[in-house]
């Protein structure tokens, strides 16, 4: 039921957005080319202007995405994208993995089970049940009356 709701919302808002776009006109009121004006400077000037210092270790005239530790030089930028996913993917997450999987076990679940094996063992060896019936005391144990339980039912 619910996907259908979904389904039905989906088409309504789809059949809105339909209609405001068939339905509205767009005006725009940025200048036009004609009434801007504009200088056209090459992009190797422009950059060369812009920042001298870093011109010349400026990269080749390939299309080169900086990976964001270094924005001038693509060498220096790939050998810090390689060391860093080196140490993290490497360090972190291998050698970490590895030292977490051999930690000791912290909650004793492994060696709560191999004790209650040993114990279910030596109770077999002995002759007596697994689990005694009598492990505490009927003595100690309080149960209310029967006029305390009154109507209430009792499932065993």
Not at 30 to 54: G, L, V, Y
């Amino acid at each position: 039921m619910s996907s259908l709701m979904r389904l039905s919302n989906a088409l309504l808002v789809r059949s809105l957005v339909n209609h405001s776009l068939r339905s509205t006109r767009l005006i725009s009121s940025s200048q036009k080319n004609r009434d801007a004006a504009t200088i056209d400077i090459p992009k190797k000037a422009a950059a060369a202007a812009a920042n001298p210092a870093t011109a010349a270790t400026a990269t080749t005239g390939k299309n080169w995405v900086s990976y964001g530790f270094d924005r001038y030089d693509e060498t220096y930028d790939r050998s810090e994208m390689n060391a860093s996913f080196f140490f993290s993917v490497t360090l972190c997450l291998v050698i970490g993995s590895v030292y977490w999987s051999y930690l000791p076990d912290p909650q004793m679940q492994d060696w709560s089970q191999r004790e209650a094996y040993l114990e279910l063992r030596r109770r077999e060896a002995a002759g007596l049940e697994p689990i005694n019936k009598n492990l505490v005391d009927p003595a100690q144990i309080v149960l209310p009356s029967d006029e305390e339980l009154g109507a209430t039912e009792i499932v065993i």
